[in-house]
């Protein structure tokens, strides 16, 4: 089945380190790609999003991710990370006559520690 | 301006009723959706409406009945409540020309007791 899938569900780490989250499809064709982020109790908000041009994408509050075709991955990072970036992150994915559907990960929770 | 906003924010009842909640959106955009978020975070599309015609409707109890009454609004009527329902309830909306980016509402966290 096609999916998306996300690794490393809980993700810990400190305040400064970097942070990668992987992101892969198994959908053909063009593909519309997105990041969103979920604070503590609150909804889904945009990171950023890949439509085409640039396959590094760079997003709100210091997030990029980078599509790499060949791989069917969309991976997030941001270099340092801050306390305020506690939250769940989800990768989704738009396919190809999916009625507008879109696909999402299970997400990765990633806490950072002060 | 909220963007898309949902009622009620909590919603806490006992099985075997039957309730509703509202969305709205002030975007202009053509497609609403409901997702269901259970406990572990997975998020899950339970419908889709277009222009106020179903185009998504997944494997979902037909206790749970959408209304589009115009394309600003997209309410979901559950009948029956059960205890397996209770979850963090989305809505969003996006518009089709737009590549499909989608707004989310705030959420209704629904608990059946």
């Known amino acids: 089945a096609q999916s998306v899938s996300q690794h490393n569900h809980h993700v810990i780490l400190s305040e400064a380190a970097s942070l990668e989250l992987g992101c892969n499809y198994s959908?053909?064709?063009?593909?519309?790609l997105f990041w969103y982020v979920q604070y503590p109790g609150q909804h889904l908000q945009l990171l950023l999003k890949y439509f085409s041009g640039d396959p590094l994408v760079k997003g709100i509050k210091g997030f990029e991710a980078e599509f790499i075709k060949s791989k069917f991955s969309f991976n997030l990072r941001k270099p340092s990370v801050q306390w305020s970036d506690t939250a769940e992150y989800f990768c989704?994915?738009?396919?190809?006559?999916?009625?507008?559907?879109?696909?999402f990960g299970k997400g990765n929770q990633v806490v950072v520690i002060p | 301006d909220t963007a898309v906003s949902q009622t009620p924010k909590y919603l806490v009842t006992q099985m075997g009723n039957d309730k509703s909640i509202k969305c709205e959106q002030n975007l202009g955009h053509d497609t609403m959706y409901w997702y269901k978020q259970d406990s572990k975070k997975f998020l899950k599309i339970m419908f889709s409406?277009?222009?106020?015609?179903?185009?998504i409707n997944e494997t979902v109890p037909n206790r749970f009945s959408p209304k589009s009454p115009d394309k600003a609004h997209l309410n979901l009527h559950i009948n029956s409540l059960e205890l397996g329902d209770s979850a963090v309830y989305f809505c969003a909306s996006s518009q089709v020309d737009r590549a499909n980016e989608q707004f989310f509402g705030p959420g209704t966290r629904l608990t059946v007791l």
């Open positions: 959908y053909g064709g063009t593909v519309n």
């Open positions: 989704a994915v738009k396919a190809p006559n999916g009625n507008n559907r879109l696909a």
């Open positions: 409406y277009n222009n106020k015609e179903l185009i």
